[in-house]
């Protein structure tokens, strides 16, 4: 069985991958480090990311020509809509565009042949500093604000409602229960309030948008079976995007 985590190999044994056939993909896990409800941990996002891109890449081998490997993930981003809250650590948007570019420039010079960045925290200033890294063909985005993926999540993403709630909550128990606190998450009364709605309005924060406790949502109704399908759904949004970026059928 072949490393699929970049951090494992070694200079040999990544040069040896790259000699191979099959052209190499870098998968970057990206999310932020803020609140997610009181029963989320602090890195919900890169959780999310890196299990998307685990399952992406044995859609990779089963579909060849690509083989895909998860690199290093970003772990802080733009998460200025969480101000005020304990845990919340943002990064200025130019500072992160030139760090994860520089993330792209040194992976390419590896030999890999394409990166794509997989983002789950979805904050408008976020999605915008991650995609200014694309300036070349060998760069993609992999992210679920786009109409195109978005559509093919669940209803809750889709209303807006989705910061910490049943749609990112299902995915975290299906990915590392470990970061779920289950005492707490059971008994979270829903909280209807559409963060798209909200930031489309010009409301930009948690607290000014009447999230008091940092989620939106359901948590209550979270499952390990819809994490299981939304986690299948986010791979094939990883697989689509690399293969229309490259022009192999998607
Ligand atoms: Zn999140």
């Known amino acids: 069985m072949r490393e699929k985590f970049l951090a494992r190999h070694t200079t040999a044994s990544l040069q040896q991958l790259i000699g191979d056939k099959r052209a190499v993909v870098a998968l970057v896990p990206i999310g932020s480090t803020e609140p997610h409800g009181p029963h989320l941990g602090l890195g919900t996002d890169v959780v999310i ?48 565009t030139a760090y994860v570019q520089a993330i792209c420039d040194g992976l390419l010079a590896s030999g890999i042949k394409h990166v794509c960045l997989v983002n789950n925290h979805l904050e408008p200033a976020h999605d915008a500093a991650i995609r200014a890294c694309v300036r070349e063909k060998q760069i993609s985005v992999a992210c679920p604000l786009t109409r195109k993926w978005a559509r093919t999540l669940s209803a809750e993403f889709k209303s807006g409602a989705c910061h910490a709630g049943r749609y990112e909550t299902s995915i975290v128990m299906a990915a590392a229960p470990e970061f779920v606190d289950e005492s707490i998450r059971t008994v979270l009364k829903p909280v209807p309030i559409s963060l798209s709605e909200k930031l489309s309005a010009g409301v930009n924060t948690f607290s000014a948008m009447g999230m008091e406790l940092a989620y939106a949502g359901d948590p209550a109704a979270a499952t390990v079976e819809e994490g299981e399908a939304l986690i299948g759904r986010l791979a094939d949004m990883i697989v689509g995007e690399v293969r229309e970026s490259i022009g192999l059928p998607v």
């Open 49 to 96: 990311s890196a299990a998307a891109c685990v399952r992406a890449c044995e859609t990779f081998d089963k579909r060849g020509p690509l083989v895909a490997v998860v690199a290093p993930a970003v772990s802080y981003g733009v998460t200025d809509c969480a101000d005020g809250f304990t845990g919340a650590v943002s990064i200025p948007a130019p500072v992160l």
